[in-house]
């Protein structure tokens, strides 16, 4: 893949739904209306992937003067639930886009139910008693043509009795189903015969208990389409052998030209997670993670509680593009759009995650001090801010070494270094505690190079971070590492949770931080300088996610590829 990251938010529109709208708008089956839904079922959190489709159907909309609706495919009455509903439309909002109204299938019930009755009457619908593994089997291979239930010759005024009796809740779950009577001989597996409604004596959180009968998602989703009068019916390339049937239950239904088009696209697929609700489900049941808002996880809730910002979820899905074929877009991309977003806006800040001591020996007793530090050095509106400096401060334990190897440029004895917006500091001596640890670097600053430079021009070769000790503020961080340490988790037959990677999460104590850092809102992310993004918790105060490191991964995979 060639992508690269751009900041733009426009989706600069030449793919094959937005040409295949172009060409319908001048002289289409529509007359130019276009309308086209997001159909979640709520039985879950949306993930990355839903994001796509999102920015797919409300962007088609919007760049063609239409309406995208909302539309809640609730037609699973076990698994779905009211909190899925509110959460998917806050996660919606979030990502940028008004829902408006939502729409439901279930709000359809007695419409799909009217129209299943004209299906019978018309002879094209037939109550079968076998059960569910006997359809199936029935049904055939792609190689082997179907059998023909023993039910399928049904009279008309049977199947209206029985399917009378199936609606009233006389039988028990699996004991009947609703057939649409096509051909059990048809190349297309979905044309043998599909499953039109199942016996379900379950609460619907809509319904309630007035219904025990419930449509298949075949049945549902091209009629919800038809009734609300979308346009343009897009979904995932799985559904390409569902369309004959799509088309084919419009035609008996009796919809003309301007009917519902069907048109898929490929899913979007990121390397090191899963992008498959039952997945994200066992990550989150069998405790790999702590719930569906993990900051490891590819739900929106997880990427905003990492700091990904919706503007740079958007501009990845936009970037990406519509494809007709399936394909894996590596994670490091999407980690770039990120990356990119907040290297223009978040603030720079300094933070210790694992102090060591520094005591400047020739520091003034008691001398207060503040130094000026610039914000954001990319964009001069952000200004400066005073950081409290004073003679006793920490630096990263990993900055100091006692013995440095050859390229190791940074504080050990004898060497003198920068304090970002402070000043030189030389190491003279080190204290040591009972095992021999080196517990407190003793160093002397020079007053004359304040602000970072020696009027006498001469060089240091590091610049390292610091925090003042007295004004410090408590902080832990949240450090991670792919959720899966497999680029392609359960590929090839394999079982996902196999690669799960036992260190993605690295949760530090004891970070010290310059108290600005606490000025931050919850979800807001900072640059601690050097060390990468940071997202504050949206709950708990001093709890910092890494969102991204500072080092473009992406670029070296494309360098990498380039050579390749
Ligand atoms: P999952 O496979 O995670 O259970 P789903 O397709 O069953 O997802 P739905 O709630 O039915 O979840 O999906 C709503 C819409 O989002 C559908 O139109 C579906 O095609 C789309 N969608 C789901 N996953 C992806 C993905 N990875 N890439 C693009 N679109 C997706
Ligand atoms: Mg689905």
């Given at each position: 893949m060639t992508d690269t990251p751009s900041g733009s938010t426009s989706n600069s529109g030449t793919d094959f739904i937005r040409d295949m709208i172009r060409r319908d708008s001048s002289d289409g089956p529509h007359g130019g209306r276009v309308q086209t839904r997001f159909p979640p079922e709520p039985n879950g959190f949306l993930h990355i992937g839903h994001a796509k489709s999102i920015v797919l159907n409300f962007g088609v909309a919007a760049e063609f003067g239409g309406v995208c609706r909302l539309r809640f495919d609730d037609t699973n009455p076990e698994t779905e639930d009211a909190t899925f509903v509110e959460a998917i439309q806050a996660d919606i909002r979030w990502l940028g886009y008004d829902t408006g109204e939502p729409l439901f299938s279930s709000d359809y019930f007695d419409q799909l139910h009217r129209w299943a009755v004209q299906l019978v009457e018309a002879g094209y619908a037939y109550v079968d008693d076998q059960d569910a593994e006997t359809i199936s089997e029935n049904r055939g291979r792609f190689t082997t043509p179907g059998v023909d239930s023993p039910w399928r010759g049904r009279s008309i005024e049977e199947n209206l009795d029985l399917f009378a009796q199936m609606k009233a809740g006389e039988f028990e779950e699996g004991s009947r189903v609703l057939r649409a009577k096509?051909?059990?001989?048809?190349?297309?597996?979905?044309?043998?015969?599909?499953?039109?409604y199942r016996i379900r004596h379950a609460h619907h959180f809509r319904t309630g208990d007035a219904w025990h009968i419930y449509p298949t998602y075949d049945w549902a989703h091209g009629q919800s389409d038809a009734i609300e009068g979308t346009t343009h019916s897009l979904c995932t390339l799985e559904f390409d052998s569902h369309r004959p049937l799509y088309d084919w239950y419009h035609q008996q239904i009796g919809l003309g030209a301007d009917r519902p088009r069907q048109t898929e696209f490929a899913r979007l697929n990121l390397t090191h997670t899963v992008l498959s609700k039952r997945k994200l489900l066992q990550l989150v049941e069998e405790g790999h993670v702590d719930g569906w808002d993990d900051a490891r996880m590819p739900t929106l809730r997880g990427l905003k509680r990492r700091g990904y910002p919706a503007e740079s979820v958007r501009d990845f899905c936009s970037q990406i593009g519509i494809a007709k074929v399936n394909g894996v877009h590596e994670i490091e991309l999407l980690e770039s759009f990120v990356r990119t977003h907040h290297n223009r806006s978040a603030l720079r800040r300094m933070a210790v995650l694992d102090p060591i001591e520094v005591v400047?020996?020739?520091?003034?007793?008691?001398q207060a001090d503040t130094r000026e530090a610039i914000n954001n050095p990319e964009d001069d509106s952000a200004g400066t801010r005073e950081v409290p400096f004073s003679g006793r401060l920490f630096i990263e334990r990993d900055d100091f070494m006692m013995d440095p190897p050859k390229k190791f440029y940074r504080l050990s004895p004898g060497r003198e270094v920068r304090l970002r917006a402070g000043y030189f500091i030389t190491c003279n001596d080190v204290e040591l505690d009972a095992e021999g640890e080196v517990v407190r670097l003793l160093c002397t600053y020079d007053p004359?190079?304040?602000?970072?430079?020696a009027p006498d021009g001469r060089k240091v070769k590091a610049t390292l971070h610091w925090v003042s000790a007295e004004h410090a503020v408590d902080i832990d961080v949240a450090l991670y590492e792919r959720l899966f340490t497999d680029a392609h988790p359960g590929s090839d037959g394999r079982d996902p949770m196999a690669s799960l990677n036992p260190n993605s999460r690295e949760l530090r104590v004891g970070g010290k931080a310059e108290p600005a850092v606490l000025d931050t809102a919850p979800g807001e992310v900072v640059q601690f300088e050097r060390l990468g993004y940071f997202a504050r918790d949206l709950d708990a105060p001093v709890l910092f996610h890494r969102t991204v490191g500072l080092r473009d991964e992406w670029a070296n995979i494309q360098k990498r590829q380039n050579k390749g």
């Open positions: 096509i051909d059990m001989n048809h190349e297309n597996m979905q044309m043998r015969d599909p499953v039109m400047i020996t020739n520091w003034p007793e008691g004359a190079t304040v602000g970072g430079q």
